[in-house]
């Protein structure tokens, strides 16, 4: 068990050098300019990077598990055999964040919306669902490996909470190069920018405890938090024009970040720090195998 373990521990360690590697090399080619590029191939480079954590974990389940560990961590990507009134907060928790958000903003900056776009209901459902589409394609870029192969780990070693919080530093620690942080932060000067960045952070690290309640709720389906993570992605989309509107530091962008937080501290309260979900599941039982 202790050889297991130890092998384990191992995996994990490379599986997150293997997907920042293979992230951080495609947006720093990009952020940089080090290679002359097209526009559209400039472009490409941000989601094929958004697929390290994916690329890692089927490497490593390939290379331990062979190709029906492979088809295991597939199937789960598909499998619907969750509680269906997990689909509740998976589809309505962010885009009501997101909608309080706008209406604080209403009250608190004077924003005007612009509801012209509702007129055309058709094109907006078609442009809906082709950007759900993507989001859903980006977001198993990620979810394979952060929840799918990361937090199952962790988890086989620390409480839910305790997994939640590590996952989310490191998913922060991601993101980076995305941001332009390494010549951002070159004279470290830029006040604001950290400031940008510590908020981020806390944001990040509150995600990812939602994230784990959901995927433990859910009998570890990938597919669960990868649908969670499409409409998290498509509702922040939606608020972009009320967003760009709002100062940076104002109330509505305090109260979106107080109101996430609140949300993550509401459920460990209510679901407990060890698990985070109400009861043992089928796929808990397996993860404590790799332990």
């Known amino acids: 068990m202790a050889e297991s373990n130890e092998h384990e521990d191992r995996n994990l360690?490379?599986?997150?050098l293997v997907a920042f590697a293979w992230s951080w090399f495609f947006w720093i080619v990009k952020t940089t300019g080090l290679i002359p590029m097209s526009e559209t191939f400039g472009y490409s480079l941000y989601p094929i990077g958004v697929f390290g954590p994916f690329a890692s974990a089927f490497i490593l389940t390939y290379f331990n598990q062979g190709t029906e560990g492979v088809k295991k961590l597939l199937k789960r990507g598909?499998?619907?055999?969750?509680?269906?009134?997990?689909?509740?907060?998976?589809?309505?928790?962010?885009?009501?964040i997101d909608g309080s958000v706008v209406l604080v903003a209403t009250f608190t900056e004077g924003i005007n919306l612009d509801l012209s776009w509702i007129s055309n209901l058709l094109f907006v459902a078609v442009g809906l669902l082709v950007v759900f589409i993507m989001t859903c394609f980006?977001?198993?870029?990620?979810?394979?490996?952060?929840?799918?192969?990361?937090?199952?780990?962790?988890?086989?070693?620390?409480?839910?909470?305790?997994?939640?919080?590590?996952?989310?530093?490191i998913w922060w620690a991601w993101h980076i190069p995305i941001f332009g942080v390494l010549e951002e932060f070159s004279g470290l000067q830029n006040t604001y920018a950290w400031q940008f960045f510590l908020l981020y952070f806390i944001t990040i690290v509150a995600y990812s405890?939602?994230?784990t309640w959901i995927y433990n709720n859910t009998e570890g389906s990938i597919l669960a938090?990868?649908?969670?993570?499409?409409?998290?992605?498509?509702?922040?989309?939606?608020?972009?024009?009320?967003?760009?509107?709002?100062?940076?530091?104002?109330?509505?962008?305090?109260?979106?970040?107080?109101?996430?937080?609140a949300i993550a501290i509401a459920i460990v309260?209510?679901?407990?720090?060890?698990?985070l979900a109400r009861k043992t599941n089928k796929h808990a039982d397996e993860r404590r195998k790799l332990a």
């Open 225 to 261: 938090v990868i649908l969670f993570h499409a409409i998290l992605n498509l509702s922040d989309y939606a608020i972009v024009s009320v967003s760009s509107q709002v100062p940076t530091y104002s109330i509505p962008s305090f109260y979106a970040l107080t109101i996430l937080v």
């Open 209 to 211: 405890v939602l994230f």
């Open 138 to 169: 980006l977001a198993a870029g990620e979810e394979f490996g952060w929840r799918g192969y990361a937090l199952d780990r962790l988890e086989a070693h620390f409480s839910a909470i305790t997994s939640s919080l590590l996952l989310g530093v």
């Open 78 to 96: 598909v499998d619907l055999g969750f509680g269906k009134k997990w689909f509740i907060p998976i589809l309505l928790l962010f885009p009501a």
């Open 269 to 275: 309260i209510v679901y407990g720090p060890k698990k």
């Open 13 to 16: 360690v490379l599986y997150f």
